[in-house]
């Protein structure tokens, strides 16, 4: 049994680029019948709120993820003070004594040598008594995982066979001076004790699943399966920022992009899957296998986000859109099958209707004032259908000797006020000959 988890850190709301992790998930689960579980990770009590925190609720559940399981780290501290206290036991994590100014000198004293900046594992080499020397005088000890400085490997869905070598990275600090825990450790300690199988994420985390692995390999927990996703960028090859205001996915949703378009677009990109509309979440997931994803990078194009949500309208079942429509007083299979072709954002049906109910102003050129009248004395007999406005303008042409878009254009201006819009073979019947009648005089 698969299971996965979706761990943002609730410091803000969640973009585009942070919806792809949480799909990927969604979908793997999908794929595999697992489970998912949407881990908070608000260890940073700073900056973690309560109102992120159910924000991205509102948002995984708007995309159409419904996790199985919630947990928030800040409640499961305990767990992660075991886990410390086994680390310390089994010499693998240490305490460290150094201010940030003298890690800063030590770094800059590296770089001038031409060395890597690697924390040199001073304290390691401290005696009791000197420990005991600082801390009487006022230091408190941040605390390190002692890597093994080896190469670590493992098989990503994704990237293939990755190795990240430990001897190229400092001891992380995994607990800060004040006791709080920094991601590294609780996440591990997490997907043990989830049973998380596999990890989806950015491929930002590679290093980190180097580190990672030695944890669980320290802690005897079972290490999950990675896969590490391109990450999406914006048009101009940027990172997203969680505070970029307009790819939040709650402005996505004002905006009026419907949920599968967003949810789509943030999976789709970068993959060697074309973008184009999918029934539901069901299909996006029997469609993509990790390995599709490229390696290259995901960048987001806005127009085809606006390009997809249009198909993605013009494809829909009446069926489909009939709660929504409904609310808007417009549930009409006849005029949503006409005008659904036209629509960018479903909510331009408001819009789109008033050509039907109206109030719309006519236009008529003094120039086709004759030809007008001409067509509105040939408007045939009631019941209309879908083959009355081939008749009528089958007639009119017959009548004026006018053809294509001068036969076309006054029509649609007179009939509709506009110069594009619904098909009017369609929209004919909807409007009724009394209507008609109306605006063509
Ligand atoms: N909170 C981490 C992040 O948002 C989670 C990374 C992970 O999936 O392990 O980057």
Request: charged share 25%.
């Amino acid at each position: 049994m698969t299971r996965v988890r979706y761990a943002p850190s609730p410091t803000g709301r969640i973009h585009l680029g942070n919806a792809r992790p949480a799909l990927l998930n969604w979908l793997y689960k999908l794929r595999t019948g697992g489970s998912y579980v949407l881990r908070m990770d608000d260890t940073d009590f700073a900056r973690s709120t309560r109102d992120s925190a159910d924000g991205i609720e509102r948002d995984l559940d708007w995309l159409g993820i419904t996790p199985d399981l919630l947990v928030r780290q800040s409640e499961r501290t305990a767990l992660y003070n075991a886990a410390r206290d086994r680390l310390i036991a089994s010499g693998r994590l240490y305490p460290a004594y150094e201010t940030e100014d003298e890690l800063e000198r030590m770094r800059a004293r590296a770089r001038l040598v031409n060395k890597p900046p690697l924390y040199d594992r001073a304290a390691l080499a401290l005696s009791d008594a000197e420990r005991a020397a600082l801390e009487a005088g006022g230091r408190k000890p941040h605390w390190r995982f002692r890597l093994e400085g080896k190469p670590v490997q493992f098989t990503d869905l994704i990237k293939g066979p990755q190795t990240v070598n430990t001897a190229s990275m400092s001891d992380p600090v995994l607990m800060r001076e004040d006791g709080s825990y920094l991601y590294t450790l609780p996440s591990v300690v997490d997907d043990i004790d989830l049973g998380i199988t596999h990890v989806i994420r950015g491929e930002d985390h590679v290093s980190n699943t180097g580190t990672q692995i030695e944890i669980f390999e320290a802690l005897g927990g079972t290490v999950p399966v990675f896969a590490h996703h391109n990450l999406l960028t914006d048009a101009e090859g940027q990172g997203f920022s969680k505070r970029l205001g307009s790819l939040s996915l709650s402005d996505l949703r004002e905006q009026g992009f419907e949920a599968l378009a967003v949810a789509t677009i943030a999976v789709l990109t970068g993959t060697s899957l074309a973008v184009e509309p999918y029934a539901d979440l069901a299909a996006l997931a029997d469609a993509l296998e990790l390995s599709m994803i490229s390696h290259g990078p995901a960048r987001f194009d806005p127009a085809e986000l606006a390009a997809l949500n249009a198909r993605i309208l013009h494809g829909m079942a009446f069926e489909t859109a009939t709660p929504r429509l409904e609310a808007l007083g417009l549930a009409d299979v006849r005029l949503w099958n006409t005008l659904r072709p036209n629509l960018q954002k479903f909510d331009d049906i408001v819009e789109l209707a008033k050509l039907v109910t109206g109030p719309i102003t006519p236009v008529i050129e003094a120039a086709d004032r004759e030809f007008i009248a001409t067509a509105r004395d040939l408007l045939p007999a009631e019941p209309w259908d879908e083959t009355t406005w081939g008749a009528w303008t089958g007639a009119v042409k017959t009548a004026s000797g006018r053809k294509g878009r001068e036969l076309f254009m006054p029509l649609r201006m007179a009939l509709t006020g506009r110069h594009d819009g619904p098909e009017l073979k369609s929209l004919l019947p909807l409007l009724g000959r009394k209507a008609s009648l109306d605006r063509l005089s």
